[in-house]
């Protein structure tokens, strides 16, 4: 680690927000969720994988990665691109094979299922699809090889809105209906565990709703979603439960309220005529105290309370004393940037920014949502 | 949109698997899911329509040409005259076809993508690959029996102008035009397993080119010993020896032709089933 996620760099007057340590707390699961789980199967882990590691070549995509996907809800698996999320969602089906480590689901290597489909649905890329055959024909192939009933294609050309363009070669499809016909794939064998790469990509907003809407009902019925993304706005309207991996490592994990909290964007927010003596007995009692354009001290470290309170103690006079909670978008963003940062193995410093895809990323990211 | 109509009995892990799960329960289902992707893209259709239209096209033109100068020909080029052999000429330009089929068979599941959602849906990648085999056999014998059947009766039709036609009760000439059609179809296995190994389709098809077409023609440069030694032993001339009555010069038995043949195909599979299952898909 040569970067700075234990020290705060100096705050930027633009940048809002001060980089602090990042809490890797993975026992605070248990405690996770900020709806009830519909199906609570304790101590059953859908999709688990313990120290997995991906090298192709000299690349590591990924590092020794142990994540475990819980039961009945929806996991949303974040990280820039690059970060790994596809490699390590075609490990799980068993397409690559892991350098060194282990990945099990429902217990099992997928390789020693028998017509998976019925446990386990998958969207990796939307055009895993022959574009000569039509929509309709694809999903009958795929049925026949897993034993699933013929009804049933119809059955999810219906689910996903391809009805109507059953007959017609998926080379003709757009990109969103592309991806349709993958989620129906996905959903041919009624299964328990769905796995989504960016599923939302290449959709217009009406598309993305949907699919929104689509995740959030399959996962009342009880399925166990494991979707990956960049949005961190779509992950924060879908997801009750987050993984987060950065060039190849798990960052944090947690409900969103979790990976919030862990982020130290968060800070309290205090304007006073007085800076100049409050700002020292912030500063004496543990806070780092910063000043934004307008004059205004953004302390972090303390909670609100505690800033009043010392306010009151040296009779500081405040005009505004408000908290400001980090977005999960800033809170990605930190967690992300940080593990740009500790995996460059370069002089820090001089050296150019280590790689563009992992600082880009996260930052536009960021634009978007704003 | 609702999603509760979709749902059957039991979604949460609730695993209602088919009852067949033996390793054969698992081929035999994958043999139809290769049986409807076969047939539901066109370039099946086109590549066994040109198989079947070059084999019975050219040994018409073929025929036809040879009738016209025959009487014009010397007396050693007409005593080695094999009319069964000559009418089944057809297969060398049908069997590119037949081959290149072979190959897309797997390079366009890599080319599309669709490999994945292949073996998503069956990991037993040696599975996959053995009904890929087992399914493109079957159906490239029957057209390819349809077209050396074709294109014998065709020839004989045309030699009966000069009384030379064969009858396919000779002896060994209903050897030598089912030999025609397994041909074909050994051609296509060999492609498929390029195809396997190559992965791209390009690639893959231009090693096929060069092992049925090229390698005799080079070979040929070879000094008078050597090159008939080593050609016969290539999959071309080997398998030539299955469809010809009459031994041209240097071939194999028609016996040892279909060992030899049948070898190539069999270990560009091996080798394709191998790399299959060792790769990342």
Redesign the interface.
Known sequence: MNGSTGSNPPLTLEGPYCIGPIGLDRSARSGGGDRPE??P?KG?L?IETVEVTKRYGETLAVDRLTLSVP??RVTGFLGPNGAGKSTTM?MM?????PTSGSVRI?GRR??????????VG?L??A????????AR?HL???A????IDRRRVD??LE?VGLGGVARRRAGGFSLGMGQRLGIA?A?LG?P??LLLDEPVNGLDPEGIL?VR??LR??SA????IFVSSHLMSEMALTADYLVVIGRGRLIAEGSVAEVIASSSGNHVLVRTPDASTLAPLLTEAGGEVTVDRDGALLVTGLDCPRVGDLAAAGRVTLHELSPRLASLEDAFMELTRDSGEFSNTGPPASAPPPSPLARSAPVATGEQAR | ????????E?????????A??GLV??FL??C??????LR????TMWSLAVTVLITVGLAALFSVARMSRWDRQPLAQRLLFDPTGFSLNGIFLAQLAVGVLGVLVMS??YA?????????????RGVVLLAKVVVFFLVTLVVGEVASFSAFFVGQAIFASKNLQASIGDPGVLRAVLGGGFYLAVIGIFGLGLGAIVRRTAGAIAVLVAFVLILPIIVGFLPSPWGDDISKYLPGPAGNALFHLRAQTASLSPRVGLVVFCAYAVAAIMAGWVLVRRR??
């Open positions: 519909t199906h199967r059953v859908v039961p009945g075609r089906i068993g397409l690559d094979a429902n997928y390789g020693d299922l028998r017509y998976p489909l019925h446990e998958a990796l890329e055009k895993a699809i022959h574009p000569g055959r039509t024909n009958r192939w795929l026949e090889s897993n034993r059955e999810v689910l794939a959903l009624d328990g565990v949907w809407n689509l009902s399959l019925e009880g399925r166990t | 949109m609702t999603v509760t109509d979709v749902t059957t039991s979604p949460s892990g609730g695993v209602t698997p088919p067949h799960h329960g698992v289902a994958e139809r899911a290769e049986w409807v992707k539901t893209v066109r370039s366009s599941e599309t993508g669709q490999i994945r959602a292949t073996f998503g849906a069956v990991p037993q990342d898909a």
